[in-house]
């Protein structure tokens, strides 16, 4: 069964620390994989990764694919509390279910002052 | 239209009542999705609509819940005698033709909050 699983589920930091997000895949027929973040309320697409060791790269934001080891990182540098969000990642994939995208459950991050 | 749009953005009902959610995908996107997000949860795939194919409905929790297309462009969910463990937000996203390298990116609504008393 293809599944995605993102990791820590929470993280609470401090305005200025450095975060990494993980996002790991076991699926069939892999494509891309995407991130998103949600705040309120619709998930805004932050990057897609299709080639494995290219980093990926917004402000404060960066990411990478590794698909050796089937997995990606969310980085983001010298957080603010406007990063307070949950972070989506997920596998778009060639064929296989649910429309070829696994979402998976998400890394809540809450940033304080 | 510029973006997706639901209706409506919050809805509050009575156990047992029907309900009806709509989504209006960006114009010329053919696969259109629907999710459901409990309160800080991620989120749970219900169907999946792809141009004219049959719809991918693997993810409806039960047969209370529906969902159509018409016109390969607005869809609608139904959740027929809402149950308090429906109550959730309703995303719905579109894409291009998935299988066309414009179709990895999916754009999301802004959801309907279902609140069911």
């Known amino acids: 069964e293809d599944k995605v699983v993102q990791s820590p589920l929470s993280l609470v930091v401090h305005e200025g620390d450095t975060v990494t997000l993980n996002c790991s895949y076991e699926?069939?027929?892999?494509?891309?994989l995407l991130w998103y973040k949600q705040e309120k309320k619709a998930p805004t697409f932050l990057f897609m990764l299709t080639s494995s060791g290219i980093e990926k790269k917004s402000g404060r934001l960066s990411s990478i694919l590794d698909k050796k080891e089937l997995s990606s990182i969310l980085n983001i540098t010298a957080t603010q509390t406007g990063d307070s969000a949950i972070y989506l990642c997920a596998s778009r994939n060639y064929g296989g279910s649910q429309g070829n995208l696994i979402f998976g459950k998400g890394t809540k991050l809450s940033v304080k002052p | 239209g510029a973006g997706v749009s639901q209706s409506p953005s919050n809805k509050v009902t009575e156990k047992g009542k029907d309900v009806e959610l709509r989504c209006d995908p960006i114009?010329?996107?053919?696969?259109l999705y629907w999710y459901r997000q409990s309160l800080g949860q991620g989120l749970e795939f219900l169907i999946y609509?792809?141009?004219?194919?049959?719809?991918?409905k693997s993810g409806l929790p039960s047969d209370r819940f529906s969902a159509e297309r018409t016109g390969g462009s607005v869809s609608t969910l139904t959740i027929q005698r809402t149950q308090q463990e429906d109550s959730a937000v309703y995303l719905c996203?579109?894409?291009?033709?998935?299988?066309?390298?414009?179709?990895?990116?999916?754009?999301f609504g802004a959801g309907s909050r279902l609140t069911v008393l």
């Open positions: 699926v069939t027929n892999f494509r891309s």
């Open positions: 996203a579109s894409s291009l033709i998935v299988g066309t390298s414009g179709a990895n990116v999916l754009t």
């Open positions: 114009s010329g996107h053919t696969a």
């Open positions: 609509f792809q141009g004219n194919s049959a719809p991918d």
